[in-house]
């Protein structure tokens, strides 16, 4: 079935340094692969997201990159501040529509 | 964005009761709505699909009888859990997309505590 794998569980940087957050899919015709944050007790707030066509985006200091021969695509944080610490999902949305995310990560930025 | 608003926020019942959760697109129509469960520390597990005059689709493991899901509008999707338990103490989030295509919006979440 429809299967999303993200790592790492957890991750833990200094305050500026980059977070990159990795996850791969199973269905060869996902289309859309969005990134949400969430913070503890709300709903996920999507960040960037990024679509088959595309190899790269990105948007002030997030950016997304997807390798759709390999299935993988990946999360990139640069000059983390403490703000950005949070739970953070990938999900694909496969060839049926539904929105199948990754088991998540919790990233901590130290000040 | 898309606005998707969710009622009751929290709700706090009794084991054997049944409570009833409102997803509403407030700006736009939403053919299809998609209830996740998230439970502590766990990512959100889709539960069903819900379609706009038709029966919902149940993903694996999910008890239709059980969670009952209603779509009778356009702006309007209902999960019902029945006879509610304490393992179904958990966070449910509903979501939108205007099309198929189009990006997922997210209701405020709905925290169910059964005693």
């Known amino acids: 079935g429809e299967n999303v794998e993200q790592h790492p569980s957890t991750l833990s940087v200094q305050e500026g340094d980059s977070a990159v957050i990795k996850c791969t899919y199973s269905?060869?015709?996902?289309?859309?692969f969005p990134w949400y944050k969430q913070e503890l007790g709300k709903r996920p707030q999507l960040i960037i997201d990024?679509?088959?066509?595309?190899g790269e985006k990105k948007d002030q200091r997030i950016a997304v990159t997807l390798n759709k021969t390999a299935k993988h695509f990946s999360l990139h944080i640069t000059e983390t501040q403490p703000e950005d610490s949070a739970v953070y999902f990938c999900a694909a949305k496969s060839s049926s529509y539904k929105l199948i995310f990754g088991s998540g990560t919790r990233l901590l930025v130290r000040p | 964005g898309a606005v998707v608003s969710q009622h009751p926020s929290w709700v706090i019942c009794k084991s054997g009761t049944s409570v009833k959760i409102e997803c509403r697109s407030l700006d736009f129509q939403a053919t299809t709505m998609f209830w996740y469960r998230q439970f502590p520390k766990q990512s959100l597990m889709l539960m069903a699909t819900s379609n706009e005059g038709s029966k919902a689709t149940y993903e694996q493991g999910v008890e239709k009888d059980k969670f009952l899901i209603n779509h009778a509008s356009l702006t309007l999707s209902t999960l019902t859990v029945t006879s509610a338990h304490p393992e179904d103490s958990s966070f449910y989030i509903c979501?939108?997309?205007?099309?198929?295509?189009?990006?997922?919006?997210f209701g405020e979440g709905s925290r169910l505590t059964v005693l």
């Open positions: 990024i679509r088959s066509n595309v």
């Open positions: 269905d060869s015709a996902s289309n859309y």
């Open positions: 979501s939108a997309s205007q099309g198929a295509q189009g990006e997922l919006f």
